[in-house]
């Protein structure tokens, strides 16, 4: 496969629709980026990258954090034998949008799945608990795995989310009135906050995410999860990385993929490749549209979607 020819011919596709959609302006660090971005990048199975546009560019992980916390949390819990972490949150596609409350109350504050906020609240307050501190292992692992050491968080988005962050402190706070967190709420969205708020180009997430492709082997061989495991968050991808839309995303594009509201999506080819695109304008439900229109493009370009 010719990558580089398949990533120019993607990105000529998507160009017409960079800038529609709206680029996320919940808080001004965010809304200060401009919508005219797009980068692409493929890190196959060996570590070979390919990248067009804004590829090298770095933006905020945001919800694609998220992917990384379950993996995190899963490696720790003892080789996955300890299924902790599903006592305590679901596996099932929520079909409302990523920071809603309405389930929580009628399934007694367990979140439907590890992609909602409320679910990736959980994950990372169990990682606080197996850690001692959950968002700098996190930035620790994406450093290492991007082969990246310059990754860093973002203070002024940590901030702004903090100074905004009313609706993710309810979530947590009514987590915690039925026993479903480990740590005090201000520490668990503090984390939160700053693993959301970490910066990596489409570069860095495609190499990092590259364990998801490798059926749970780590960038040097070593294993993070077992296969199972890689299995199982890219089964929770499909099926809920995209929230309310994963069902049109699906159809679409036909690859687990989680995405944030910084406009990067990552996907995952199982035992081929792991991509990540970026482009900040967003639809309704918080993906990016040129992003998506891409990923239909070289899934329809390549055949190599899951179906
Ligand atoms: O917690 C929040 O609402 C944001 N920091 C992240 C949300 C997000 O990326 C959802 N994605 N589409």
Known sequence: ????????????????YVRQGRVAD?????????????GIAVADIHGEVYGVGDWEVPFSVQSISKTFSLALVMAQSHGGHDDGIWRRVGREPS?????????LEAENGIPRNPFINAGALVVTDRLQTLTGDAST??????????G???LAFDQSVADSEAEHGDRNAALAHFMASFGNLENPVPSVIEHYFW???????CRDLAVAGGFLARHGLRADGSRLLEAREAKRINAVMLTCGTYDAAGEFAYRVGLPAKSGVGGGIIAVIPGRCTLCVWSPGLDARG????GAAALDH???????SVF
Do not use: K
């Not at 496969?1 to 017409?16: F, I, T």
């Not at 079909?95 to 389930?103: A, C, E």
């Not at 070289?298 to 190599?304: A, D, E, K």
């Open 1 to 16: 496969m010719d990558y580089q020819a398949v990533l120019e011919e993607v990105a000529a596709h998507a160009r017409p």
């Open 26 to 38: 919940y808080i001004p660090a965010l809304e200060r980026v401009s919508a005219d971005r797009f």
């Open 95 to 103: 079909g409302t949008p990523f920071n809603s409350l309405v389930q």
């Open 137 to 146: 292992s996190m930035l620790h692992f994406l450093r290492e795995e991007s």
């Open 148 to 150: 990246n050491p310059d």
């Open 195 to 201: 693993q959301c708020s970490i910066e990596m180009s």
């Open 287 to 290: 993906n990016s549209v040129a």
């Open 298 to 304: 070289f899934t329809t370009l390549t055949g190599w």
